[in-house]
């Protein structure tokens, strides 16, 4: 090339590497290498990766001063490579199935190869180690996943890995010719972006070009679908990797970067195992691997290699069955579409590259040679062109500048667009040796003396945005030759003068543009810039200084000089006869008149437009086109004074429209339906044009004419491409094709096709006036009730930033604090010196910001805490009498201390309720579990009391640790995804010798209670139960079952039936199973098979409710309990199918209940030989005390919902002493409450209801109860009690967690009874504290999570009950799960009344209560905390989009019965599938509504906030309770004036929302009426009249923008 070419300045700087050249040459020899990385997801610059050995370092930034280390790494053995790859981040993809449509997060992490493993370090913090059976050659990363070469073949064997933890996928390589094997190649690189993966072939010396495509079948439905990568042009490159040795070291390696093309592939595999898991869970889960991407899949069919030796190596083609008999197996096939014409050397360096114009190549920098290979991608189809050859040094790419910096064989260094030199590059007399890498087009050189140089080409040496957005123009209306002669001559141009010591600024250059546009049409000026003739005050008078406006250049000038300017002289022009761009002279002028149009949507660029006008100007007048001279003089009066003389005329040469397309008139016609003619554009350039366009005709076209708007009648594209052709306007014709059929309004119709094209409220700012005022009244007319289906961008475009962010809101973590543990403790606790010894679990909601805002006006939730606590000593405060020694006074305070610990010891039950899901524990630190203190301190000295002294059962602090464990298990948020099965075993003794604390084993179990515990192992699960401990395999059996809940999951049936003697073999040997881990069995048999009606199942479970004790009692023990574990078990089964239960007919379920529950003879048993018992006698028929309450149960259960009136019937309490006398109260409760679940509909919350289930002779006899004297009217007291006790439960089952008044009223009335009752001295105290109990727990579920202050009053007279017989156990447990009940989850969760929910419920609060800790007799204690199954999140909290803080709203509910009640937000919302939609009610925040119950349910699954926007002008309700500080009544005086101010809130509140054009929001802000309003303020009418008196003179822009105006007040344009 000619070497008087201009010369463009690279400015170097020193830099020193990690792998310095003689340093690594001291150390490390040829074993350490480095690397730059570009990481689009790291800000702070390029990435640099050392490699040395073992070790592996990675930092940021090119320079010493600003380098960083990110991470370093030691490894076991030698390092082959390292690099930075991305996987599809599992747990944050979620598959869309409505719109088919994946939300892919990638995350990323550092690759690591040794000889024969892979380990990946991931961003997040997980690391996988990967085995492999063979050695690996090389690595390269892909846009999702890596592709692994294997060393120990000859023929090219690859395998891809699309996630650390999913196995290898063999890639098939296919030739050109199918019948032809492949050759023995060695993989190079992945190509930047792309699908393309480069090979050299050693033996032939040829390279090889091969696109990746995948392939997906289907096994069973004998179809395959092809799956196409998706190529993109590497004008936006994604991450690249430049690999090489330390300077001067050998010779450079690959350049390695990701492949897009794999999306699709990774796309696919997601789909395929997202329908799996949809599949349900009968099927096994793969055990061999915890991480997230197992956790998808459904027992994959393994294909092992015959040269695989482990699990984790093994190499195949992927195969996943699903549980539809569906086999889909995904292939990655490389097919050969090119291989080198000439023998060459192995290319060290491998990137894809484009000219100035766009045109893609491969460049193979090989030995003093590069290859330029040219390809064109079609329909997602690469296909190659030609291939040239550069005989140069060394070539690295500048990917953003769509160049190539050559290093030449003589040492020159070059810039290159394809194969045409374009310049010189200087460098500061350094000689350059060879090119290192590029960066972000960060260059890094080395010298010859083995120093490293980082340098770059100034910012506008590379870009402009105006000068880029006309060539934009002239690239697509002209031939690829023409224009890239063109591009080559202007970079020479620009890159010249921004080595010059002046330099140019942007407009500076733009005016230098538009002069070499001249020149390039045969139009040059008599005087150039720059040139020898020109003078200081030429240059200063010239036009191209006076259009830059006040230049940074310009203000250095002394001020004598500046202020001389001359008015413009004329300009004249000569013609050259031979101009680059003399054959389309025509083109040239109207792609760049189309520009200028796009500039007058433009106002930030009105200063390049009058510059660009003036260009066109000349030209115009020049050619003689008046039509658009005259149009440039019109629209800038400025040029009506210049004045052009050319030396000649010019020749014959016709626009391409005879008159210049105006955009501002082609809207205003467009409004008046007076536009006919399609309006010219560019694609790439005209983009707001096109927007404008179609936006004007959807907002007329229903008025006017006929049919919907097509893009063809709208737009013409230059050139005449079809649209169909040009990816742009094709993405443009299927917003407009496909706008939504719920958009009711043109109005919504152009928001929606706004939105759609990502317009942001900056570019409406930018828009001309007129036009964006326009456009701004449709916002307006949306901006109150947009339309539901809007995308995210459109509400940003209307400033609902509440909608905006709220859909793409995600958990909001507004717990403050989390579990305080003994590595972490807050600082409340840190200032005792027993800190832990303090901590009770509740803590953390002292100070919840949530607790605060919901109970704000009081202490109520520090009051709970203090009722809850049980890991302080309790208070013993006994006055000692004279008379009674200190002996005898310790023995006092001892027995004192057992009635408390009594209370103490059914505290964690509740405390489980208050803390449910509020905390989520940090994952490093150990979990803690508060103590359970049994002791006590006696003031004043505070000595220690203990009950060391005190007879109490050995057992007696088992269960209360049990339920201590679950309390704190319970804490953690069931959306926690960090817990894993490495996290449960880290807080489990690890050691086989270690036992297993029952505060362990409580925790597993609240594990399975929110659905954590799926996730453990099943190494883990063996070794848990390997170590008989009783309480851990209760909470495990229950836990896991809670977990699999209606999966009938076979692996848990298994573990389950092993502890049920029912389900063993018959013949196997019977194993000594716990009689309270058989229970356990039983009742996790029935959450499995919940609601499935399973016919075995069924058939067993009825069977062991009547199972006899034994001949020697090996049954008797908790044989109560395990009836009733059955019943409840076998109601679960069968959950509310009643006689619809397909399959059950012959086992007559009913039948057989009903003798449960009545008796029966022999004849009519299930076991027909009963065994007879040596020590019980209990005759040859059914003990009703036995199977009468999980009889009933069941029956409750089996027929929930279903108003059958036949067997509600059956459980009516008898209307005759006689039959009344042989069934116990406690089951009369039961019977009523299992009626009123049969019988749903007819429950009614009032006193009326409650009195009709008591018999009419018990009601007529029974009178006082507290004053009763015989015997017969005590036992009629006592039924009706009980009686009413149960209709008090069936109503609170029936209105749980709705807070219906009726039902508060009428349970507030029989509880403030039961208190009175059970306070009277009486035998029957017992009775009376039972129906307490039973009728406070109804209470309380009515109220679930509301807190409510008249019930917790009664919870806290009740609470320090102590003396008396009947105040047990049992029933300080039922007080305080009452509490619990009130404040669930810290007054954030409620209970639901799904059929599933009410079985959980009636397992939790079972109406017998224990009398003793160790008490489980009738009901397994354990399943008091199935409560946490009827959960479910309600919490709507309202937070203020700007601050993100809750804040004070009301809201109104909408029932489907179309009835509304209004709340104060944040609260409790009814139940979900009760409602109708959910809105706000309040003039100070912007109007929102939630329709449907499934985003209602996704809302609060997410954390419940729903944000709002406040209005301009209001203050907030705690602020401003009254309303009195808002804008509205700011200027009013009188309490009559901020009466009508504050009647007429609403009203003005709905204009002030602040988001309107700025005079609008000032008018509509101002009273309506005089001339001048309140306290001298201008009225809307005199001060539209003051703005439209200051206009004086308006230009040809203003007169448009009027129109505009006038148009848009029109009544009814876009309504």
Known sequence: MSTDLPAARLRLSRFRPLGDTRRTKATSGKSAHWSIVEDDADKSGPVEVYIDGKNVVVTNGLSDAARTVRTSYTVEEKVKK?????????????????????????????????????????????RFDVPLSFTVASAFPLREGILIQRKDTNLLELFYLGHPADRLASVALTPPTSNAPPPPHSLISTC???????????????????????????????????????HETPSSFGDSTATFPPPSQGSLQSKSSIGRGHGSLVKEIFHRKWLLNQGGGSGGEVKSSTSPFFRLLDAPARLKSAASTTVCSEVETTVYTSNYGVTSSLAVDLVRIWTDEFESTRARRVFLCENLVGQAYVCLCCENETKLVEYTVREEEVSVQKQSILHVKDIVPLQNAKMTLVLQNDGRLCLYSGLDEICRVLCDDLSISRLLATARDNIIVETSNDDVYVGSFPSSALSSTSVDFCIKGLVDALDSSTAHSLLCQWQRIRLTNESSPRGFDDAMLFKLFCDFLLNCTGLKPKNVIGSDEMTIEDFLSSNSILNCGESRYLRCLPKTMTSKRKSPPPKTFCFDSTPLLSGCISTVIFALHLVHEEMRLNQLLKERRCTLAETLFILTTYWKWDSYSSYYKNLYPTLQTQQVNFERDSPICDPLYKDPPQIIAWLLDALDNLQEDAFPVIPRVN???????????????????????????????????????????RDVNTVLQNLPGDLHSPAEQSLFFMASRRWTPDLLDMLPRGVASFLNDVLDRCRENPPACLPTQGYVLLGRDDLARQERVTTIQYRLLSHVTKGKQSPEVQQSSKAFDDFDGTEHLMDDEIVRVRFSQDRRIREVCRLLQSSKPVRIALEQKPEVSDHEFIELQEKRLFLVCQRTMSLPVARGMFTLGTTKPIITVPLSIPKLNLNGRAPPRDNTISLSNVETPPSMTNWPSFHNGVAAGLCIDPNMKEVSSAWIAYNMPSSAEVEISNEQAGFLLALGLNGHLKKLAVHHLHSYLSKAHEMTTIGLLIGLAAARRGTMDLEVTRILSVHIPALLPAGSTQLNVPSLAQVAALIGLGLVYQGSAHRHITQVLLADIGRPAGPELEHSNNRESYALAAGLALGMVTLGKGDTAMGLADLKLRDNLKLYMTGGGPEKMLYKEKPVCYKIHEGPGVNVHVTGPPAIVALGLMYLKTNDDVVGNWLKVPDSIFMLEFIRPDMLTLMTLCRGLILWDSVVPSSTWVNSHVPPIVARKSGDFARQQSSETKMLGEIRIHVIAGACMAIGMRFAGTSNKAAFDCLMERVKYFIKLSSSPSEANFAAEYCLDCSLLALALVMAGSGNLSVMRLIRQLHPRLNGPEIRYGSHMAVHMALGLLFLGGGQYSVSRTNGAIAALMCSLFPMFPTTSVDNRYHMQALRHFYVLACERRLLVTREVDTMKPCYVPITVTYKENTRVSLLAPCIIPPIEDMLEIALSSPRYLPRKLLGSEKLRELLHSGGSFLVQRRSGHRRYEDDPKGHHSLSTVFLKSEEEKKVSMSSEAALSAKSSGLLPRERWLINRLPVTGKFGVAGHPSKAALEQMMSATVKIKSKEEEENDLFCMWTKRAGTVS
């Open 82 to 126: 390292a690099f930075l790859c991305s996987f599809v981040n599992l747990d944050s993809n979620r598959f869309n199935s409505s719109s088919s449509v994946f939300r892919r997060e990638l995350t990323r992490g550092l690759c690591i190869v040794h000889e024969s493993s892979l380990r990946f370090h991931m961003r997040s913090g997980d």
């Open 192 to 230: 930047n972006d792309s699908s393309l993966v480069i090979s050299y072939d050693s033996e032939s010396k040829r390279h090889s070009i091969w696109q990746m495509r995948e392939e997906v079948k289907s096994a069973v439905l004998g179809d395959s679908v092809s799956v196409k990568p998706k």
């Open 687 to 729: 983009r707001t044009c096109i927007d404008v366009c179609i936006l004007f005709s959807l907002l007329v076209f229903d008025q006017n004419k006929p049919t919907q708007p097509t893009l063809s009648n709208i737009i013409k594209p230059l050139g005449q491409s079809p649209i169909n052709k040009d990816e742009i306007l």
